[in-house]
């Protein structure tokens, strides 16, 4: 079956420092896979996407992922932590043949003052 | 500004009631999801639609109903036979190809009288 975990349910980053949010992935064929920030009572923005190509991927406010085809990783990273990065982040990946996507459990990150 | 608006933002249902929650999107997206939150427990499906008045169960689509007469609009009905309904409702739309995220309204918090 196709997966995606986050092996992380919480991360603490001091503020200034790099950050880094985990996820692998289990999926057959290419994997399409996603990153997600959810703020409170809010729903899901979108933050980047990986499809093919550089293994490197920019995103919004600063991140950026990591993909890694022999560990199955796409792990979220940021150079230098914001206190406004703390929210709750989801990666994803889009169920091969199908309209569906699959998510991580999510991972709370807690960039600390 | 295209998007995804979900309505009423709160919601209370009393025993044995069935309530509606909106979702409505202006982005032309052919595909619509609906997703339940619960603390810890990531994101779950419960009912995607591909296509206008054709949609797919999810993961957890007992107790819950839905329909798709119009592209923009896939309501969600959640039933009397939904014994645990408290959680926080998240519609998202894509447009279909595997490359493309997924965008997310702002949730509908429902809770038990």
Redesign the interface.
């Known amino acids: 079956a196709q997966s995606v975990a986050q092996p992380e349910?919480q991360v603490n980053v001091a503020e200034g420092n790099p950050l880094t949010v985990k996820c692998t992935y289990s999926v057959s064929g290419n994997p399409?896979l996603?990153w997600?920030v959810q703020y409170p009572?809010?729903?899901?923005?979108?933050l980047l996407?990986y499809?093919t190509g550089d293994n490197l991927v920019k995103g919004s406010y600063g991140f950026e992922a990591e993909f890694n085809k022999s560990q199955t990783s796409f792990h979220l990273k940021k150079p230098s932590a914001l206190v406004s990065d703390s929210a709750l982040y989801?990666c994803?990946v889009?169920e091969t043949g199908t309209?569906?996507?699959i998510?991580?459990?999510?991972t709370r990150l807690k960039v600390l003052a | 500004d295209g998007g995804?608006t979900?309505s009423p933002k709160y919601l209370f249902r009393k025993e044995g009631q069935n309530v509606t929650l909106s979702c409505e999107q202006n982005l032309n997206h052919d595909?619509m999801?609906w997703y339940r939150q619960d603390p810890?427990?990531?994101?779950r499906?419960i009912y995607?639609s591909?296509i206008v008045n054709d949609f797919q169960k999810?993961d957890i689509a007992e107790g819950y109903s839905v329909s798709r007469e119009k592209k923009e609009s896939f309501p969600l009905t959640v039933t009397s036979a939904q014994k645990n309904p408290t959680a926080?409702y998240?519609c998202?739309s894509?447009m279909?190809t595997?490359?493309q995220?997924?965008?997310?309204?702002?949730?509908t918090?429902l809770s038990i009288l």
């Not at chain 1, 009572?41 to 979108?46: A, E, I, S």
């Not at chain 1, 998510?103 to 999510?106: D, I, L, N, S």
């Not at chain 2, 995220?101 to 949730?107: A, K, N, V």
């Open positions: 349910d399409y996603f997600y009572n809010r729903g899901l923005q979108f996407k499809i989801f994803a889009r309209y569906k996507y998510f991580g459990t999510g | 995804i979900q595909a999801y810890g427990q990531g994101l499906l995607y591909q999810g926080f998240l998202a894509s279909g595997e490359n995220p997924q965008h997310f309204g702002d949730g918090r």
